[in-house]
Nanobody, 122 residues
Framework: QVQLVESGGGLVQPGGSLRLSCVVS????????MGWYRQAPGKQREKVAV???????NYAGSVKGRFTISRDNANNTVYLQMNSLKPEDTAVYYC????????????????WGQGTQVTVSS
């Protein structure tokens, strides 16, 4: 069974920093793309940042220059370093593993984590 376990969320003051982590466990051999998405109350889920297996990154315009995504392929882990946080960054952050080859099933799937709350408030 494949699981995505996120950690690192919490309450932080504006201008502060947080680092999110997501570990993918189970019968996964490789993951083409890993990313972070977020959903604020009353809004649709949106992409925050995505990183490919070779390190190419893509960021939402609203977080460029403030957030940095990275990954550890050997451990199927993705990170999101969030600096200069703003109240509008408040949301539930979800980890995504897309193009994940499950060697137990012999197929490629997309998986989501349960989400971790990030609240930016004074």
């Amino acid at each position: 069974q494949v699981q995505l376990v996120e950690s690192g969320g919490g309450l932080v003051q504006p201008g502060g920093s947080l680092r999110l982590s997501c570990v993918v466990s189970g019968s996964i051999f490789s993951i083409a793309r890993m990313g972070w998405y977020r959903q604020a109350p009353g809004k649709q889920r949106e992409k925050v940042a995505v990183i490919t297996s070779v390190g190419s990154t893509n960021y939402a315009g609203s977080v460029k220059g403030r957030f940095t995504i990275s990954r550890d392929n050997a451990n199927n882990t993705v990170y999101l370093q969030m600096n200069s946080l703003k109240p509008e960054d408040t949301a539930v952050y979800y980890c995504n593993a897309d193009g994940a080859f499950d060697y137990g099933l012999g197929e490629t799937y997309e998986y989501w984590g349960q989400g971790t709350q990030v609240t930016v408030s004074s």
